[in-house]
Nanobody, 127 residues
């Protein structure tokens, strides 16, 4: 398994940007699929973004398409979520997740697809 630590959350105003980082430990990061999920108060955790092991494929939930960008740096064992034009409805705890996918390019979009999770970072967007 991969151990994950998120950072970069905070309190911002609507329209601002934030970049979340997720640092991974373990030798399997470069072959792992990575995802970002979020959980707003009183709601279930939802999928936000996916990136495959090489960074050649990504996928987003409709509500963030065109505003968020997922990327990764395998040399630094880090995955990022660049969030632009933030809205109050983006307020949530954001989690990164890893799946030891062994260089697969399958799209993993469900919580159950992932076997390692970070502790989460709070993002609050004020109106």
């Amino acid at each position: 398994q991969v151990q994950l630590v998120e950072s970069g959350g905070g309190l911002v105003q609507a329209g601002d940007s934030l970049r979340l980082s997720c640092a991974a430990s373990g030798r399997t990061f470069s072959s792992s699929a990575m995802g970002w999920f979020r959980q707003a108060p009183g709601k279930d955790r939802e999928f936000v973004a996916f990136i495959n092991w090489s960074g050649s494929r990504s996928y987003y939930v409709d509500s963030v398409k065109g505003r968020f960008t997922i990327s990764r740096d395998n040399a630094k064992n880090t995955v990022y979520l660049q969030m632009n034009s933030l809205k109050p409805e983006d307020t949530a705890v954001y989690y990164c997740a890893a799946r030891g996918a062994l260089f697969s390019s399958t799209y993993y979009l469900r919580e159950n697809d992932y076997d390692s999770w970070g502790q989460g970072t709070q993002v609050t967007v004020s109106s």
